[in-house]
């Protein structure tokens, strides 16, 4: 189990969000041709704190409205912006767990890379994500698929947009 450090759990669990590309790989499914447009929330600044904050995920600019596309059967959001499929919902996994639910969701699925997840942070929301795309959404760490020194892999806090790398245990 995961501890809890600073308000964060750590160690061997995250939270999942699997990505592909737009376009799959040859000899996949096509993409569904409808989709429902959902336009993000506006976003508000958070105040600053008098303490000093963990490193922070810069805050993406927002798709331009309209540019999150909702899959027919709601299980996936196109962001027609930076041409990614995300799938909606999420669950705590360890690294390893992570990266193999990805894959059974099919060709082309994956965990993100930190830049692809750090699209997905919008400061001064809690969590740090769209909740009209992404209503499962939890303020906790999230895996990508980027290695860190010391065989560890980076995280993102859906929380307060800090990074920080944890062991893949298994």
């Known amino acids: 189990?995961?501890?809890?450090?600073?308000?964060?759990?750590?160690?061997?669990?995250?939270?999942v969000r699997c990505v592909?590309?737009?376009?799959?790989?040859?000899?996949?499914p096509p993409a569904a041709s409808t989709a429902t447009p959902v336009?993000?929330?506006?976003?508000?600044?958070?105040?600053?704190?008098?303490?000093?904050?963990p490193p922070k995920v810069a805050a993406a600019p927002e798709?331009?409205?309209?540019?999150?596309?909702?899959?027919?059967?709601?299980?996936t959001a196109f962001d027609a912006a930076r041409g990614l499929t995300w799938q909606r919902a999420d669950a705590?996994?360890?690294?390893?767990?992570?990266?193999?639910?990805?894959?059974?969701?099919?060709?082309?699925w994956r965990l993100p890379a930190e830049v692809e997840l750090a699209t997905l942070v919008i400061a001064g929301r809690a969590p740090m994500m769209d909740a009209q795309v992404f209503a499962t959404a939890r303020?906790?760490?999230?895996?990508?698929?980027t290695?860190?020194?010391?065989?560890?892999?980076?995280?993102i806090s859906f929380r307060d947009g800090?990074?920080?790398?944890?062991p893949p245990a298994t």
């Open 20 to 28: 592909r590309e737009k376009k799959p790989p040859p000899g996949s």
């Open 162 to 166: 800090a990074r920080a790398p944890a």
């Open 147 to 155: 290695p860190q020194p010391g065989g560890q892999i980076q995280r």
């Open 63 to 75: 798709p331009t409205k309209g540019a999150w596309q909702i899959s027919p059967d709601g299980a």
């Open 1 to 15: 189990n995961a501890g809890v450090v600073g308000g964060h759990a750590h160690a061997a669990s995250a939270e």
């Open 139 to 145: 303020p906790d760490w999230y895996w990508t698929d």
């Open 92 to 108: 705590l996994a360890s690294w390893p767990e992570a990266g193999a639910a990805c894959r059974r969701l099919g060709v082309g």
């Open 39 to 53: 336009a993000p929330k506006d976003t508000a600044k958070p105040t600053s704190a008098a303490a000093p904050a």
